[in-house]
């Protein structure tokens, strides 16, 4: 089946700097690809949704400047959080749809992402 | 708007007992509906999905859903549960832009 990667799966950073989620298909061309947030124990939270060059569409209450995203090619999708806080510390993971079948969503493992 | 309820938020069954989590969805179309597992850390396992046709749809590891349209349901199902099922599962409904919304997830407890 379709497999999507990310990386890292892990990150620490201090507070006040910039991380970069990677988000890639390994095997197919992502038409479309989607972040999702998740708190402890809470559920995935759409975060954008991103189109192979154009820009992101973003649900409401995020913040595009905060959480830029890039889809520069069919099989990568990157997520920079900006000058991260405590509270952006998450887990991160992203999905994607392929040109073969766009009702077919295959989603990462996963990024965690801590800001001390 | 789309949403899904998942009424409970933790359940705990015996080993070899039955499973039922509820998942109730709204959305104006046909729903795509799914199910994942997510063990702890860990990314999402697709269990199962629903598009159209067999309204009782299979899944992997023994699972089974039933789509209700009356009832506006999926729920997820299985006849015997092991331990290595206790994890933490989620309903989901897909819109037509291929956005998932997710319930806000059942934990699962088995006890030997």
């Known amino acids: 089946g379709a497999v999507v990667s990310q990386h890292p799966s892990r990150v620490i950073c201090k507070s006040g700097t910039s991380v970069k989620i990677e988000c890639r298909s390994l095997d197919f061309q992502a038409t479309t690809m989607f972040w999702y947030r998740q708190f402890p124990k809470q559920s995935l939270m759409l975060m954008a949704t991103?189109?192979?060059?154009?820009?992101?569409?973003?649900e409401q209450g995020v913040e595009k400047d905060k959480f830029l995203i890039n889809h520069a090619s069919l099989t990568l999708s990157t997520l920079t959080v900006t000058s991260a806080h405590p509270e952006d510390s998450s887990f991160y993971i992203c999905s994607a749809t392929g040109l073969l079948s766009s009702y077919e969503q295959y989603f990462g493992p996963g990024t965690r992402l801590t800001v001390t | 708007a789309q949403s899904v309820t998942q009424p409970d938020i933790h359940i705990t069954v015996s080993e070899g007992a039955s499973l039922e989590l509820r998942c109730n969805y709204s959305?104006?179309?046909?729903?795509?509906l799914f199910w994942y597992v997510q063990s702890p850390g860990q990314g999402l396992q697709l269990l199962l999905k629903?598009?159209?046709?067999?309204?009782l749809v299979q899944g992997i590891k023994g699972f089974e859903a039933e789509f209700k349209r009356s009832q506006s349901s999926f729920n997820l199902r299985k006849p015997s549960v092991h331990w290595s099922d206790a994890a933490e599962y989620f309903c989901?409904?897909?819109?037509?832009?291929?956005?998932?919304?997710f319930g806000t997830g059942t934990s699962l407890t088995v006890i030997p």
């Open positions: 959305y104006g179309a046909t729903p795509y």
């Open positions: 989901a409904v897909e819109n037509t832009g291929n956005q998932f919304y």
């Open positions: 629903y598009f159209s046709g067999d309204t």
């Open positions: 991103s189109n192979e060059g154009s820009k992101a569409t973003y």
